[in-house]
């Protein structure tokens, strides 16, 4: 396997709050090769928003990255000056946000926004030209007139769509998508990943999909990362691990979701809660929650080498069936 | 809700927001200051060292004690242009400055929480009727306002009070009909209805019990903003008349004597931002108390 | 606001006005006191004199005939006569107005300079020195008394210094012909730099006296407005468009924090209208604010109501602006 695209490890961002420093990701590591799709699941509150902004540079004082090393093309974008940094956001890596609603600002036209990021990385061409295509290209039509459009007077689709077209708007090599889709109805939710893988094999970009819907994940990446608590608890090739969960949290969040193919199976919600990040020890975060925990769980727990491509955060990774 | 938390504690809100008020260094400071200015105010006979119209041209201008070394003895902040001694004349104006802005205040608190209740609960055309007239009272400046009811009225200390009441009063208005229209909605206010308690019953003893810590918070921020305005029309000549001191009027005395004489303007100013200051800084403390979510979010 | 909240402001602007020069014409006609024989008070007038004049002045009429009368006279600009100017008072204010919307909108354009950049850094440094000084000079702002204030500034600048004069609007040296009243703009048309420097230092002080508290209360305003912006997604996503700071901020922050601060702007600008009646007594500055306290020692009434008359519409006009500013800044707003 080659260098990939981008290569994070021990990443560690820190929120403070009244009861103390909160660590939203504590030691992620984690690789994206270009042209692939890294599909990132887990509940909200598990970190993977946070681990993709720090990757951005865009967590916000008083938060900030503590520790880890953010490999991008084999440099570190955490010694990275901001002014480079910033040079690299939008035409390196480019983030896509849920709600096209509140990403896109309410007062300036949707022209002015794809534009503005064209002329910020010194796209050669008429930045109009190719604002038209860019919306032409994921599906708006009569583009040309709709440029000085405001947000609120697209519909909800459209602007998701057109919020995509901006921040594909550099080409960049790594799309962070977090719950792109989530806000659209299935056909153009098709459309929209259909486009994006479109541009994983044609321009090798890669796409970090943060989600909730295991379902997309399925069918659009070829591995997937299981988030907890601010740590990666299990990554390898999706079939795999959905096939075989290596980790007892991708177990239970796979039977707590309903399946189309096994309408009438029950459905196990995982016991207990997500513990306080702000009150964690060493030891394994999910073990108030486990069947399987043991003492040894109350230890620091690695992410390992379980086999076939494929990492678990769990001592008894082999016995998760 | 309330229920639930006077179970947790025993304390009752005013009694948890009382707590928090002493807790607040800088407003339990600014509150002291403020009673200090009330104690002299209300002593200032006895506390006065000298007779505040006692004019003596000989003393005329004299600079303060620490300024000069041939000022005139006991009149520690020096004197006016007719002589009278300053320290006296500023500890007399406290009178006149917390006495309106108290009595202002005051008046305007009953009479625009009355005419809140009034058009929150009853809605409809007296809702109308008042909610117009506040708008009417907001289009002019308040200034303009004052200005032109004391041009007609004559200056003197009833009619500031009025001129300022007929404006302040709708600031308590706008608060109260807010907090009344929420309260309408409330199922205590709706159970008192249902057991047939006659309107004023629900306003005065169901609904005014509510609203009065908005109206005291509102009442002492406004009061701040009273002062300011009875020593501006003072200073215009529009206050309390001669010989009577107040801090607006002694600025205005002595500018003429900017030049050789910059303690006659400048120190009853400094009695009004120090008192303005701190009632603001007390009422603050006092919103905080009540409210500690408007903290948060400010 | 909707456009609904908009449609509704547009209906109950005639009502204001309506009550508003009710007001005026109330405060007029029923305080205390007989106006004809405070008038008449130093000369010493007949009763036959008392009569004609209470029959020229319409009070023998009844109220709501005597109101009609005046909103009609006010309507054509027709306020009566200005006995103590010995001329309409419509010729006195017009010559009068000038100078203080001169001084109130330096003023506004002070605290507008000053607030927007200062609230605009509190908002990005949160809990810095610069924060909490905003914070303080707020409160110091609303708590400072406008007209000591400029006694401050004119013993400090004016009497040490000697930067700046003690009063007045301009020197007669420096008169230039009257074109649109504003001496910043007739000292340009007359192509009189000198005097344009010399019209710009006397109103510098009573400028900043007026504008100084307001900028610090607007900082506030934009302070917070600003903070709540900078949270908001679009803001994320600009940076991560890689867009330059200076853009995030003053382009896609700015523009949506300062929709709420018209509002405020315009209400501030009509207190400054009343603060400027203030500060111009303090200056000397010839506007109208000063003829109208003048004009309450010389029983001058024709004069005090129509000037009070004048503020309230202004100011109710501002405010009514600042409504459709908003709406226009604001692009989810559609008429």
């Given at each position: 396997m080659s260098a990939p695209l981008l290569s994070v490890r021990g990443l560690r961002t820190v929120f403070p709050t009244r009861r103390g420093p909160l660590a939203a990701a504590d030691g992620v590591d984690f690789d994206i090769a270009a042209g692939e799709a890294l599909g990132v699941v887990g509940e909200s509150g598990s970190g993977k928003s946070v681990t993709f902004l720090s990757v951005l540079g865009l967590?916000?004082?008083?938060?900030?990255?503590e520790a880890g090393e953010i490999l991008f093309g084999g440099r570190d974008l955490r010694r990275m000056p901001a002014p480079e940094l910033r040079a690299l956001r939008g035409r390196m890596l480019a983030l896509a946000m849920q709600d096209a609603l509140s990403a896109l600002n309410p007062s300036l036209t949707i022209g002015t926004q794809i534009v503005e990021t064209l002329r910020a990385h010194g796209i050669p061409g008429d930045p109009r030209a190719e604002a038209v295509r860019l919306l032409g290209r994921v599906g708006i039509p009569d583009a040309a007139r709709r440029?000085?459009?405001?947000?609120?007077?697209?519909s909800g689709g459209m602007r998701q769509r057109a919020m995509i077209a901006i921040s594909l708007a550099a080409r960049p090599r790594l799309l962070v998508a977090d719950e792109p889709t989530t806000a659209l109805d299935v056909t153009i939710r098709a459309q929209v990943l259909y486009l994006l893988d479109e541009l994983r094999v044609e321009d090798g970009l890669a796409v970090a999909m943060i989600t909730h819907d295991l379902a997309v994940v399925a069918e659009r990446c070829e591995r997937v990362m299981v988030m907890y608590a601010g740590q990666v608890a299990e990554t390898g090739p999706t079939a795999e691990v959905i096939a075989r969960p290596r980790h007892p949290y991708t177990r239970g969040l796979m039977e707590s979701l309903p399946r189309l193919d096994q309408p009438d199976r029950p459905l196990h919600p995982i016991p207990g809660q997500v513990p306080d990040l702000a009150a964690v020890d060493?030891?394994?975060?999910f073990r108030n929650r486990c069947a399987l925990a043991v003492a040894a769980c109350a230890a620091p727990v690695p992410l390992r080498d379980v086999g076939a491509e494929r990492l678990s955060r769990c001592i008894r990774a082999e016995e998760v069936s | 809700m309330s229920a639930s938390l006077a179970d947790a504690a025993p304390l009752s809100p005013t009694a948890l927001a009382l707590r928090r008020f002493l807790r607040n260094g800088t407003a339990l400071v600014a509150a002291a200051v403020v009673v200090l200015a009330a104690l002299l105010a209300v002593f200032a006979p006895w506390i006065a060292p000298q007779d505040p119209t006692d004019a003596d041209l000989f003393r005329r201008l004299c600079a303060p004690a620490w300024a000069a070394a041939d000022t005139a003895a006991g009149y520690w902040l020096g004197c006016d242009s007719l002589g009278r001694d300053i320290l006296s004349r500023l500890i007399h104006g406290a009178r006149v400055s917390l006495s309106v802005a108290a009595m202002v205040v005051c008046i305007a608190a009953v009479i625009g929480t009355l005419a809140g209740l009034a058009a929150g609960y009853f809605g409809g055309w007296v809702d109308a009727l008042i909610s117009r007239l506040v708008d009417t009272l907001l289009g002019f400046p308040y200034l303009v306002f004052a200005i032109g009811l004391m041009a007609m009225m004559g200056p003197g200390l009833h009619n500031i009070v009025l001129a300022l009441v007929l404006k302040e009063w709708i600031f308590t208005c706008r608060v109260v009909r807010g907090e009344t229209l929420a309260a309408r909605e409330q199922d205590y206010v709706e159970a008192a209805r249902a057991l047939g308690c006659s309107p004023g019953h629900i306003m005065l003893r169901e609904i005014l019990p509510n609203v009065l810590s908005p109206v005291l918070v509102v009442a002492t921020f406004r009061m701040a903003y009273v002062i300011i305005m009875e020593a501006s029309l003072s200073f215009l000549g529009l206050g309390v008349q001669p010989p009577t001191p107040s801090w607006g009027s002694m600025v205005s005395d002595g500018r003429e004597f900017?030049?050789?004489?910059?303690w006659v303007s400048t120190l009853p100013g400094l009695c009004i931002l120090a008192l303005v200051l701190s009632i603001n800084l007390a009422s603050q403390g006092l919103r905080d108390a009540f409210d500690p979510r408007l903290h948060q979010s400010s | 606001m909707s456009a609904a909240r908009l449609v509704e402001r547009l209906i109950q602007l005639p009502l204001v006005l309506f009550g508003v020069s009710v007001v005026v014409f109330l405060m007029m006609t029923l305080t205390p006191g007989d106006p004809v024989e405070i008038m008449l008070a130093d000369q010493r007038a007949t009763e036959e004199q008392a009569q004609a004049l209470r029959r020229d002045l319409g009070l023998d009429r009844p109220l709501p005939e005597r109101y009609l009368i005046f909103v009609g006279n006010a309507l054509t600009g027709d306020f009566g006569v200005s006995f103590f100017h010995r001329r309409p008072v419509f010729d006195v204010i017009s010559e009068r107005l000038p100078a203080t919307i001169e001084l109130t909108l330096v003023a506004l354009l002070i605290a507008v300079a000053v607030a927007v950049p200062l609230g605009v850094a509190a908002a990005v440094k949160r809990d810095s020195w610069l924060d909490r000084a905003l914070t303080a000079a707020a409160l110091f702002g609303v708590s400072l008394p406008g007209f000591w204030f400029g006694i401050l500034l004119i013993l400090l600048f004016a009497v040490q210094l000697g930067w700046f004069p003690v009063g007045g609007r301009i020197p007669f040296d420096a008169e230039v012909p009257w074109v649109s009243g504003f001496l910043l703009v007739d000292t340009l048309l007359a192509g009189r730099p000198d005097a344009f420097l010399r019209a710009l230092s006397h109103l510098a002080l009573p400028a900043i006296t007026l504008g100084l508290p307001a900028a610090a209360l607007l900082a506030r305003v934009i302070r917070s407005s600003m903070s709540e912006v900078l949270a908001a997604d679009y803001v994320l996503f600009a940076e991560a468009k890689g867009l330059p700071r200076r853009r995030v901020l003053f382009l896609h922050a700015l523009k949506n924090a300062l929709i709420p601060a018209v509002t405020v702007l315009a209400i501030e600008a009509g207190s400054l209208l009343g603060g400027s009646m203030i500060v111009e007594t303090v200056f000397g500055w010839p506007g109208l604010g000063r003829v109208v306290v003048e004009g309450i020692f010389a029983r001058n009434y024709p004069l005090v109501q129509a000037a009070v008359l004048l503020y309230a519409v202004i100011y109710v006009t501002l405010n009514f602006g600042a409504d459709l500013l908003y709406a226009a800044l604001n692009p989810k707003v559609r008429l």
């Open positions: 967590i916000r004082p008083p938060g900030r990255v440029l000085g459009d405001y947000p609120h007077q697209f060493a030891g394994c975060r | 900017l030049v050789d004489a910059w | -």
